[in-house]
């Protein structure tokens, strides 16, 4: 059986997108003949890539390759499903969302979020608005639909009406981390918080609890990994930090390695995750992986993958944040007993199952 893949977001290894669809080939034993297609003018993007994956990549030329949204529209809505027509194909997946329409062949979709319909101020233009549009268009011309956790199967049927038990819910899980390089990056004792900057992270109200802990707690830092840059979508946290008077406590580390993500987690006094809004929260796996205690939100996805393996908290209220962040710097036992159970919940999350089961809808009639 031959299974073709949009492999757009291979060139994109930064993104949640990208690891998830990376993860997956790497750990797949398929029994298909695969097949990766990626628009030729990504090709220098596509850096370090296992052999395992190379030797299945295609790369297909394109008349537009400014490697924007336009390239992607065109890359999705016309190259690639015209390029699938041109060869003898079985099923197609797509990774992420996309608007690409394949006619008269099995088209499997991974849906992760539906942000773009729970929170319109993430369609910035017009051109996102085309985007949602036709998004919308192939998510319901789709034969399957999978996604990421049960939040989002739910999400989905309420706004694409499709219903969630007809949507198998095929989980994330954390990369097996190299320990052996592992470092203390710095002597300072701190919070730490990966994820991204963007509005739905929430990193202006963890600021204000931080803010609220900090007097009691003077040894303490709190570090936020993520390039910062003025957006819409990107709150002013210089600004935030400054309203607060923690210049010297709250530290934008910017853009930094796989690797030293990894050693701050492994050294913090605590991964706090307090989103609005997610698909699933990789960053809670991380933290569990590499025995440090995670405080994220007590909706959501991210109940859903915490469970009681971390200490929840009401995203919206900085108190509720602060009196997390303070249950685990007072209290060791609870500390430990927090680190135990993530180890544990760790287990029921596994790259090998998640393609594993992937091949199980690939092969069903």
Known sequence: MRLFINGYFLAKPKTGMGQYLLQILLHQKWDLNICILIPEYLKQDIKDIPQSISKNIQYIPTKYSRNDLLAQMIWEKFTFPNEIQKQKVDIV???????SIIPNIRHIMTVHDVIYWRLPEY???W???????L???SIRKANQIITISKFSAKEIEAVFDIPAKDIPVISLASPKLNLRNIKQLTQDKYIFYEGGLDIRKNVPKLIQAFSLIADKYKYLNLYIAGKYFESPIIPNLPAVIEQYNLQDRVKLLGYISDEDIINYIKYAEVLVYPSLY??????????????TPVITSNIGAMKEVGSDSVIAINPK???????????????DLLRQSIIHKGFERMQDFD???????????????
């Not at 997946?93 to 608007?99: A, F, G, L, R």
């Not at 051109?127 to 549009?133: D, I, T």
């Not at 509720?320 to 209290?331: Q, Y």
């Open 317 to 331: 209220s900085a108190k509720s944040i602060a009196g997390g962040l303070e249950s685990i710097l007072k209290d």
């Open 123 to 125: 369609i910035p233009n």
């Open 93 to 99: 997946w797509s990774p992420h969302p996309t608007i």
């Open 135 to 137: 998004l919308a268009q």
């Open 278 to 291: 997610e698909g699933f929260g990789i960053p809670i796996l991380e933290g569990f992986s590499l025995g």
């Open 127 to 133: 051109k996102v608005r085309l985007y949602v549009k």
């Open 351 to 365: 790259w090998f199952k998640s393609s594993l089961q992937l091949e199980l809808v690939f092969n069903k009639p």
